[in-house]
Each structure stands twice: as structure tokens, then as C-alpha cells.
């Protein structure tokens, strides 16, 4: 007979970011499976400790901060343009990225107000800087921006209800460019992280409709290219490429763990490490 761990011990190792080995062990009695769990958590602990002493000691700064860093230090170098824009946006900014009362990203929305939530995607501030830019820079241009979204995701090891993007634009570009420019800026990116392994997937968007995906296990990161419909929103008309990242799954599958939660913004784990060991 092979038992398996209980659900609460299944939690425990959730929580600690236990490897798939570790979670995936079978036992021929319970005696067996409650003295190597005792083993295993005991080692995780440990391991924790360890990275928040090196945390302590010598990175000063969590993975999420380290990853951003390196980011914007190669998207720059690249050419592109590091923007800051503000975290609450209009209702209307939403209407013009299709996202009405009846779309299915509307109920997601943290609204302030009836006119004003916090924004769940970069898109709209960066359609906005597009416009004013076009008549200010020669084409292309190429901004990104790395912030804070919030969406009211449904609980799980793979969402966050506040979380880290990057968004990254090229406005102006040889319209029989945009596929190969797509995969030269996701190459970027997953080489800045440290991710091999990944595929490009044909897949489709409730804001942007077919999009290509970068995949590894889980969606990575999710691109859009235009001439789109979306444009007419925003009186833009040139050739576009946009590729947007979460930074929080990026470094989930970098360092293996099984919940993002233990990745990005958060009093229960500090740089991955659950703090109630």
C-alpha cells in the first residue's frame, strides 16, 4: 500500500517550496510517512534559514527587487525607455481597452470610486504615452515600465491578487518585423531571468485577442501586436509590438518554488522564505 502525505502536511510543504520529489513521496506505513516528513521539514527550515542569513548578510535586497534590477538595466541598454506612470486610473482608460461593465476582466477590478480603481493592466498608461510621445521622439519608440497591477484573481498557487509587470513597447517598427521583433524581446527577457526551456504559444487574450504566449509549465508572459482595433482608442496607427511579464512567475519557475505567493509582495514570506519556521 503507498500512502501519500496529508493534506495538511501537503500545505506545510507548499508553504516551504518543497521540490516535486519531495512532494511527490509514497510510504508503506503512516509511521514511515510522519517520521521522513519530520526529516524533510526540518531540512526546509534550514534551508530557509540559511537564505534569509544570506538575504541578511549579503543580497540586502529580495529576488523581486534583484530581478527588476537586472531588467531595466538590459532593457536600457537595448534602447528602451524606463516610464513611470500612475497606479489609479480612470474607468474610462478601461472603456478604451474594451474593458465595459459586461467584460470578463471588469469584475476583477478593485474600484476606488465609480470613476477610478487601480489599474490591472500596464496597457492603458502606456497607450496614453504613445500619443503624446509620437509628436516628442523619433520613430521607434520604445518604452517600458515595471509596476504594480491588482486583480481580484481567484486563490491559488499561480495568482496573486497584487503583482509585479513588466510591460515593454515598440511603436514604429517595420510592419514584416513584428513576429521576429516579438521573439528577440521574449529571448531578452527570459535570458535577463535565467529561464531556458520555453515555448512561444499561439493563444488568445479577453483584451487583445490571438496573442502569442511564453510558456514554460505555466503563461509566463502574454504579447500583442498592432495595427490592432484597440488603436482607434487611442489615435494611434503605426505597427506596434507589446509583450507583458509577470515578474513574480518569472521567478517562481526560475527557482523552482510551488507558490508564487512566497515571490512577490507579502508579511508571511520574506524572499521566498515562509517566516513561521
Known sequence: MNIT?????????????????????????????????????????QQGKLRLKELHDTKKRPSLCVLEQKLVEALTQKGFVQVVTPTIISKGSLAKMSVADDHPLFSQVF???TKRCLRPMLAPNLYTLWKDLLR??????RIFEIGTCYRKES??????????????????????QRQQRLEELAALVMDTAGITD????????????????????????SSAMGPHPLDDQWGITDPWVGI????????MIKEEAQNVQSMGRSLTYLDSVRLNI
Open 5 to 45: 502525505w496529508t493534506l495538511i502536511q501537503k500545505q506545510r510543504f507548499q508553504e516551504l517550496n518543497a521540490s516535486v520529489a519531495q512532494r511527490e513521496m509514497c510510504f508503506e506505513s503512516q509511521q514511515d510517512r510522519d517520521r521522513v516528513f519530520q526529516e524533510q521539514e526540518r531540512i526546509l527550515v
Open 136 to 141: 516628442l521622439w523619433e520613430k521607434p519608440i
Open 155 to 176: 486563490k491559488g498557487a499561480l495568482h496573486l491578487n497584487e503583482f509585479t509587470m513588466l510591460n515593454l513597447t515598440e511603436l514604429g517598427l517595420p510592419e514584416d
Open 111 to 113: 474600484w476606488l470610486d
Open 198 to 221: 520555453y515555448q512561444l504559444e499561439l493563444t488568445t487574450s479577453v483584451v487583445y485577442g490571438d496573442t502569442l504566449d511564453v510558456v514554460k509549465g505555466i503563461e509566463l508572459g
Open 244 to 251: 507583458g511579464f509577470g515578474l513574480e512567475r518569472l521567478l
